[in-house]
């Protein structure tokens, strides 16, 4: 499945593959081959940002409204609207807190994938985040995670709250 998500056209000038979305493929397929990609591949699609058809797709797959999703990578409505209909790339701090939202949502299905919890059979991580996000959270001073996530440092102290959550450090 991994092949199908490596653009085939273009690739930067060091040779690395890029990973392009591929909405046959769906959302938690990407998130997977982004979860698996190599440090340089994860430069690229930073640089690169992702497409605007993804944002809307995720904002399903995450139960989240896409006037949400967009509030909470900071991309502006219209914008996001734009460019999803226009097939076209969502890059800068929007694209890259998309790839953030990515980056999470990938520890999520780790954490459900690695439970031997009889509950994490059929959990869908995708939901668990879109609800977990919008609810504050007394280890980020009552803040809720979706107000962190449009920065890289933010997306990170997220990750870190989701890794405590992982081995049981969080109550």
Same mark, same amino acid.
Request: aromatic residues 6%.
């Given at each position: 499945?991994?092949?199908?998500?490596?653009?085939?056209?273009?690739?930067?000038?060091?040779?690395?593959?890029?990973?392009?979305?591929?909405? $046959? %493929?769906?959302?938690? +397929?990407?998130?997977?081959? !982004? /979860? =698996?990609?190599?440090?340089?591949?994860? &430069?690229?699609?930073?640089?690169?940002?992702?497409?605007?058809?993804?944002?809307?797709?995720?904002?399903?797959?995450?139960?989240?409204?896409?006037?949400?999703?967009?509030?909470?990578?900071?991309?502006?409505?219209?914008? $996001? %609207?734009?460019?999803? +209909?226009?097939?076209?790339? !969502? /890059? =800068?701090?929007?694209?890259?807190?998309? &790839?953030?939202?990515?980056?999470?949502?990938?520890?999520?299905?780790?954490?459900?994938?690695?439970?031997?919890?009889?509950?994490?059979?059929?959990?869908?991580?995708?939901?668990?985040?879109?609800?977990?996000?919008?609810?504050?959270?007394?280890?980020?001073?009552?803040?809720?995670?979706?107000?962190?996530?449009?920065?890289?440092?933010? &997306?990170?102290?997220?990750?870190?709250?989701?890794?405590?959550?992982?081995?049981?450090?969080?109550?």
């Amino acid at each position: 499945m991994l092949h199908h998500l490596l653009a085939k056209t273009a690739p930067p000038p060091d040779g690395v593959m890029f990973i392009a979305y591929q909405r $046959a %493929e769906g959302v938690d +397929a990407y998130v997977r081959a !982004v /979860a =698996g990609a190599t440090p340089m591949q994860i &430069v690229e699609i930073e640089r690169q940002g992702v497409q605007g058809i993804f944002i809307k797709d995720l904002s399903k797959r995450m139960d989240l409204s896409a006037s949400r999703i967009f509030a909470i990578l900071g991309v502006p409505k219209a914008t $996001a %609207e734009k460019k999803a +209909a226009a097939g076209e790339w !969502v /890059a =800068g701090s929007g694209g890259q807190a998309a &790839v953030g939202m990515i980056k999470l949502l990938g520890i999520a299905q780790a954490i459900a994938d690695n439970s031997t919890a009889a509950q994490a059979e059929g959990f869908d991580a995708a939901k668990w985040l879109g609800q977990w996000i919008e609810r504050p959270q007394p280890a980020l001073g009552g803040r809720k995670p979706a107000d962190l996530i449009d920065t890289p440092t933010g &997306v990170e102290v997220v990750a870190r709250l989701l890794g405590s959550i992982e081995s049981g450090a969080y109550q």
